[in-house]
C-alpha cells in the first residue's frame, strides 16, 4: 500500500524510444491521502507506455509531485535519486519552456550569507592549490553510429590525460559537444570522468547552457557527484546584456559553494564578457576565481587581470594564444591540443612556472603547427580524427557537426606525423639535420648535456641500450608459473632470443598489432655483462655483471602454445622490447638479489613481485648461459617477471619499475596509428 511505502515508480517512454527508463521518486507519507492522489497518476502513468503525455497531463503530474515529492525546483539533486532530477527537474523546465514560464530560484537566506561566503572562501582556497596549469578538455566520445556515448572510450581519455601528465581534465565544455547531449548524457559524463580522474587531478564540469535554471540543476549535480570546479559559459545565441550575464552568473555560482570558472568565447557566444562585469560577479560571488578567455582580442586578458585583480586566474581557451597569456600571468590553459599532446602541453606550462621561458617559447613554436590544424574545421573533428587513429575513441562527431573533409583530413595527418605526435610524445621537427649529443642523468634525474646544460625532457628522444644480443626468461617466478597452471618448476632455465629489432627506448610508443586477442607486459629486471663471460661459475658470476636495467618484455598470448618454447613470433614484434631508460653502474645497486619489480597499467598496480622470488637468481641464470656460449660484453638478460600480467589495448600506459634502477615508461598504440607515425 502507498501509505506504507517510501517510494513509487514511474516508468516514461518517450517517443521513438525502445527501453523503459524507471524513475525512483521518493515521497512523503502520508497515508491514505497520498494513495488517493498519486495511486491514479502511477497507474495512469504505466498505460501511456506507448505515448508521450501531453502538456496538461505534465501540468498536472508535477503540480502533484511539487505538493507531494520531497524535491524542491531548485534543489532535486540534494534529497532525492538521480531520477528525480531527470524526471522532475528536467521535465518540468522543459514543460515550463513549452508553456512560457520560467521555473523559479529560491533565493538564499540573508542571515546564511556570511556563513556561506566563509565556506566557499575556505572551499576555494584549497582548489586553487590544483586548479592551475594545463586542463585538458575531453571530447565526448561516441559510438560509431553516434547514438550514445562510449563510456569505455571516456575512461581511456580520462588515464591517457593523467598518464601523459596533464594537470586536471575538462568535460562536457564546447570540445565535449555539450549542445549535442541531452541533459541525462551531460550529467553521466560528468559522474564517468570523475569517478575515473578519482582524485589523481582535478575535474573542472561544463555546467553552463542558455537556460539558466539548466545550469543550475547541472552545476548541482556536479557538486553532488565530486567535480572539483565548474565551467560556467557565457549564454550563447540569446546575446544578454552585461546585467544579463551577471545576473546569470551569479545565480549559477550562488547555487553552490563548488569553485566556478567563468567562460568568456564571444565567437560562439555572441557576446563578449567584459572586465567590469567579470569584477562585478567577483565580487558578489566568493567561489568565482577566473575566466577561460577563449577571446582573439587578447588585449582583453591584460584588461581582465588589471580590472579584476592579479589573483584572478585567467586561463587560455584560445591554442595559439596559450604561451602569451602566461607571459602575462595567466593562470593555464584549457587547450584542446592536449588531447593528442598532453605532456608538451603541460610542459608548457610547468616551463614557464619554473622561469624557464626561452624553453618555453621554443615549445610554443613546435606545438604552433599542430595547435593551427585542429582547427582547420570545427573543433572537436580534428581532435577526434587523431584520438580515432589513435584508438583511443571513434572519430564521430553528432550533427549538426561533421568530420573534417578528404582535404582537411590529408592535412591534418601531414602535421601529426611532421611534428608533435599523437601519442603524447611528440617529436619536434628541425629546422636542420639534427645529431645526437652525449646526455647524462645527474642524481636528481635532470638532464644535461656533458657540459651542463639542462636539457628540455620532451626534447628528447630515448634510446634502447646498445647490446649484441637479448636472452629473455619463460616462467623465472614461482607466482608467474603458477598464474599460467604450472604445478612444477622448471629444472633449468628456460631460454629464448629476443628479436633486436623489437627493442625500444623509454617513452616509445609499442604497436599493438591489428587481429590479436591478448598482448600483455612482462616487468623483468634486466642484467647487462659487462665483459666476455665463458664458463663462469656462481660465486664470480657477479663480477661480470656491468649494471642492470629495466626490460618490458610484450607479449602477444595468442601465438604461445608451449611456454617451455615460446615461440619467436609471441615475443619478436618489433617495439615489443622496451629497455630503459638507462642503465645503472653495477656498484651502485647494493642487493640485485632483493628488488621490488612493480608495472603499473595506467597509474594501476598490476604486478608486485621482488627478485628474491627468482627461480634461478642472477649468479645462476650467469652461470648455465656461459657454460654452453660465450656471453658477449653488452648481454643483457631479462630475468623474468612475477605474477599480474593482463591485457593491453592502444592508449594503455604501462609504467615498469625495478627498484633503486628505474622506472620505463611506453604507450601502447594501434598498429594503423603507427604505420604513419614518422621514422
Request: with cysteine; aromatic share 6%; hydrophobic share 40%.
Amino acid at each position: 500500500m502507498l501509505d506504507r511505502l517510501q517510494q513509487a515508480e514511474l516508468i516514461e517512454r518517450r517517443p521513438g524510444e525502445t527501453d523503459r527508463r524507471h524513475v525512483h521518486v521518493h515521497l512523503r507519507p502520508r497515508g491514505r491521502a497520498l494513495e488517493k492522489r498519486v495511486r491514479p497518476m502511477v497507474e495512469a502513468a504505466y498505460a501511456r507506455l506507448e505515448r508521450a503525455l501531453t502538456p496538461a497531463e505534465w501540468r498536472a503530474l508535477y503540480g502533484a509531485l511539487d505538493r507531494l515529492v520531497d524535491v524542491r525546483t531548485a534543489e532535486a539533486a540534494h534529497h532525492a535519486h538521480a531520477g528525480v532530477r531527470k524526471a522532475v527537474a528536467a521535465r518540468r523546465t522543459a514543460l515550463r519552456r513549452r508553456l512560457g514560464a520560467a521555473p523559479p530560484v529560491k533565493p538564499m537566506a540573508a542571515g546564511a550569507r556570511t556563513g556561506r561566503r566563509r565556506r566557499a572562501e575556505e572551499t576555494i582556497v584549497s582548489a586553487l592549490d590544483r586548479l592551475r596549469g594545463s586542463i585538458t578538455p575531453l571530447p565526448t566520445p561516441f559510438t560509431a553510429d553516434g547514438a550514445a556515448v562510449d563510456e569505455a572510450a571516456l575512461r581511456r581519455l580520462v588515464e591517457f590525460q593523467i598518464a601523459g601528465g596533464s594537470h586536471g581534465v575538462s568535460c562536457t565544455g564546447t570540445t565535449g559537444e555539450p549542445t549535442s547531449l541531452t541533459l541525462a548524457e551531460r550529467e553521466r559524463v560528468i559522474r564517468v570522468v570523475v569517478e575515473t580522474a578519482a582524485g589523481r587531478v582535478p575535474v573542472l564540469a561544463g555546467t553552463g547552457s542558455n537556460n539558466t535554471a539548466e545550469s543550475i540543476a547541472l552545476t548541482r549535480y556536479a557538486a553532488e557527484v565530486g567535480a572539483d570546479a565548474v565551467l560556467v559559459v557565457a549564454p550563447y545565441h540569446v546575446r544578454p546584456s552585461q546585467d544579463g550575464l551577471f545576473a546569470h552568473f551569479r545565480a549559477v555560482a550562488s547555487a553552490v559553494d563548488l569553485p566556478v570558472m567563468l567562460y568568456n568565447i564571444p565567437g560562439r557566444a555572441g557576446v563578449n564578457v567584459e572586465p567590469a562585469t567579470q569584477r562585478r560577479v567577483r565580487e558578489a560571488c566568493p567561489n568565482v576565481f577566473g575566466v577561460k578567455e577563449a577571446n582573439v582580442d587578447f588585449a582583453q586578458v591584460s584588461r581582465d587581470l588589471d580590472v579584476c585583480g592579479r589573483d584572478w586566474r585567467v586561463f587560455s581557451g584560445i591554442e595559439t594564444l596559450c604561451f602569451p597569456m602566461l607571459a602575462l600571468g595567466g593562470a593555464g590553459h584549457v587547450s584542446a591540443t592536449g588531447n593528442v599532446a598532453p605532456r608538451e602541453v603541460a610542459a608548457l606550462y610547468d616551463l614557464a612556472a619554473a622561469g624557464r621561458w626561452d624553453e618555453a617559447r621554443d615549445l610554443h613554436f613546435r606545438l604552433l603547427a599542430l595547435n593551427e590544424v585542429l582547427f582547420i574545421e570545427t573543433n572537436p573533428g580534428p581532435v577526434k580524427l587523431l584520438l580515432g587513429e589513435m584508438e583511443l575513441c571513434q572519430p564521430t562527431v553528432r550533427l549538426p557537426l561533421a568530420s573534417p573533409s578528404p582535404a582537411s583530413v590529408t592535412r591534418i595527418r601531414e602535421v601529426a606525423r611532421a611534428g608533435t605526435g599523437s601519442c603524447h610524445e611528440a617529436r619536434p621537427r628541425p629546422a636542420r639535420r639534427s645529431r645526437a649529443r652525449r646526455v647524462v642523468v645527474g642524481d636528481d634525474d635532470r638532464l644535461r648535456t656533458v657540459d651542463g646544460a639542462e636539457i628540455d625532457p620532451a626534447a628528447v628522444r630515448w634510446l634502447p641500450p646498445r647490446t649484441p644480443l637479448v636472452l629473455g626468461l619463460a616462467l623465472n617466478y614461482a607466482d608467474h608459473a603458477a598464474e599460467l597452471d604450472f604445478k612444477n618448476r622448471p629444472d633449468h632455465p628456460i631460454l629464448f632470443i629476443k628479436n633486436p629489432t623489437s627493442l625500444v627506448g623509454h617513452r616509445a610508443p609499442v604497436v599493438r598489432p591489428d587481429g590479436v586477442e591478448y598482448m600483455h607486459y612482462e616487468g623483468e629486471l634486466g642484467v647487462v655483462i659487462g665483459r666476455p663471460a665463458r664458463k663462469v661459475r656462481r660465486g664470480a658470476a657477479l663480477d661480470y655483471v656491468s649494471g642492470y636495467t629495466v626490460c618490458n618484455d610484450v607479449t602477444v598470448r595468442d601465438f604461445v602454445e608451449n611456454f617451455y618454447r615460446p615461440p619467436v613470433k609471441a615475443k619478436g614484434f618489433d617495439t615489443f622490447g622496451p629497455i630503459g631508460p638507462w642503465v645503472v653502474d653495477a656498484a651502485d645497486v647494493a642487493h640485485p638479489e632483493a628488488l621490488a619489480v612493480r608495472t603499473w597499467v595506467n597509474g594501476e598496480l598490476r604486478q608486485d613481485g621482488n627478485t628474491r622470488d627468482l627461480i634461478f637468481d642472477v649468479p645462476a641464470l650467469i652461470e648455465y648461459m656461459s657454460d654452453f656460449m660465450t656471453l658477449p660484453a653488452g648481454t643483457i638478460i631479462s630475468t623474468g617477471t612475477p605474477r599480474g600480467i593482463s591485457n593491453v589495448v592502444p592508449g594503455d600506459v604501462m609504467v615498469v619499475e625495478v627498484e633503486g634502477v628505474g622506472r620505463l615508461e611506453n604507450t601502447v598504440v594501434a598498429e594503423k596509428h603507427a604505420e604513419r607515425a614518422p621514422d
